[in-house]
């Protein structure tokens, strides 16, 4: 494994310290991504109350410091602005907040989460965005234009829950709808795999810059999901699985038969 995501609201704060408390020190090769600028109450009920996103550059500097110093790190890999929501600064001084904070080495590569194509374009005006995340995956493609602006501009495009196929927020299921079960399960039985490795294969076969983070509690999902980097989708499946859920965007692969190369367009 060679990504974790996180986020200072995911708690709020535990999973960046709970991150620190099971991976200290960090292997070489891990890159560890965390999130800032958006904000939630304390654990009171079931579920943490929404707040809202905050941008000024006070709140993003002090976000940044903090998570740094839960994660134990001097130097955050990759920081996220957490959704392109604020109001209470332009989208281009939290952008350049986070430059800010880049070019005083507290971060190493910036990436925006929940933005539109147009804000990763004004973004990329004022400092290089290294990744991009999206709500992305077999059924959920409405960020499809993002997750093409974000491969034209030479981003990673991180889709998140890439697995569960059931609205944010909504109990998790990673089967999805009868109607799409109905094209993943023989797809997944030709290749003696899980319908989840199926969507992550899906999501992998699309782009090299596609790196989908599968959210998990156990250790035989996180083997099962690592190991879809090894599944091959036919060309055929590839189609099949595009078809759930069709999208106006040049990345999709062409039908079988034609003579584009997958990926491609
Ligand atoms: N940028 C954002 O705004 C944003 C928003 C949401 C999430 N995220 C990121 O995306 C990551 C994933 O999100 P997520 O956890 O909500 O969604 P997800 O990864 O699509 O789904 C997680 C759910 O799928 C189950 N699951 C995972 N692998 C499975 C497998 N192989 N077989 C069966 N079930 C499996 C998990 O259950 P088990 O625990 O039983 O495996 C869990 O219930 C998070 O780590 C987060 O960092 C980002």
Redesign the pocket.
């Known amino acids: 494994m060679t990504l974790i995501?996180?986020?200072d609201v995911y708690g709020p704060h535990t999973n960046e310290l709970l991150i620190r408390e099971a991976l200290l020190p960090y292997p070489e090769h891990l890159v560890i991504a965390t999130?800032g600028g958006f904000v939630r109450g304390g654990p009171v009920g079931p579920r943490p109350t929404l707040i809202d996103a905050i941008g000024n550059a006070t709140y993003l500097r002090q976000c940044a410091y903090l998570s740094a110093r839960r994660l134990g790190v001097e130097r955050i890999d990759l920081y996220y602005l957490?959704?392109g929501r604020a109001k209470d600064a332009s989208f281009e001084d939290q952008v350049g907040t986070l430059a800010e904070l880049r070019q005083l080495g507290l971060i190493r590569h910036i990436g925006l989460?929940?933005v539109t194509a147009a804000q990763l374009r004004a973004a990329r005006q004022i400092v290089d965005i290294a990744a991009v995340?999206a709500?992305f995956?077999v059924v959920a493609r409405e960020q499809a234009a993002v997750l093409e602006a974000a491969l034209e501009a030479g981003a990673v495009f991180v889709p998140?829950?890439?697995?569960?196929l059931t609205a944010?927020g909504s109990p998790?299921d990673?089967g999805g709808p009868a109607a799409v079960r109905r094209v993943l399960e023989p797809i997944a039985s030709r290749h003696g795999a899980?319908i989840?490795?199926i969507t992550l294969a899906w999501l992998l076969a699309r782009s090299p810059e596609i790196m989908p983070?599968?959210?998990?509690?156990?250790i035989a999902?996180v083997r099962?999901?690592l190991d879809a980097q090894d599944i091959e989708l036919s060309r055929e499946d590839i189609y099949s699985v595009d078809s759930i859920s069709p999208e106006r965007t040049g990345t999709q692969s062409p039908p079988p038969g034609s003579s584009v190369t997958p990926g491609t367009q």
Do not use: F, L
């Open positions: 995501d996180t986020a999130k957490h959704s989460s929940n995340s709500h995956n998140w829950q890439p697995v569960s944010p998790s990673t899980t989840s490795q983070v599968p959210g998990t509690t156990s999902h099962e999901n």
